[in-house]
């Protein structure tokens, strides 16, 4: 069974930097049908799509972290990253770790992922 286990969250000021990582098991990375995503939620809202890298490697973001946020992947690793660089306060939310096999047209930032990780917690303070 797939298991994706988020790390790295945690509480920082506005402006500040965090790394989120997700560590994959008994999912392949590697493949050119690998489809793998952050999205976040915050209580009472829908979870959102962050960022998207698909299997050779091209990227899609939500327009309001865009010139911020940074999606990438080590396939040695099996691990998936996301850099969160000036960070606001509306980024404040739970961030989990998405994956699923999707053709490069099929891998958006829609809310239809196989697998999904338990999620870490983001806090900026203003």
């Known amino acids: 069974q797939v298991q994706l286990v988020e790390s790295g969250?945690?509480?920082?000021q506005a402006g500040g930097s965090l790394r989120l990582s997700c560590a994959g098991s008994r999912y392949d990375l590697t493949t050119n049908v690998a489809c793998m995503g952050?999205?976040?939620q915050t209580p009472g809202k829908e979870r959102e799509g962050v960022a998207v890298i698909?299997?050779?490697?091209s990227t899609s973001y939500a327009d309001s972290v865009k010139g911020r946020f940074t999606i990438s992947k080590d396939?040695?690793?099996n691990t998936l990253y996301l850099q969160m660089n000036g960070l606001k306060p509306e980024d404040t939310a739970m961030y989990y770790c998405a994956a699923k096999y999707a053709s490069r047209r099929n891998c958006g930032t829609r809310d239809d992922f196989s697998y999904w990780g338990q999620g870490t917690q983001v806090t900026v303070s203003s």
């Open 9 to 12: 969250g945690g509480s920082v």
């Open 38 to 40: 952050w999205f976040r």
């Open 54 to 57: 698909d299997g050779d490697g």
């Open 75 to 77: 396939n040695t690793k």
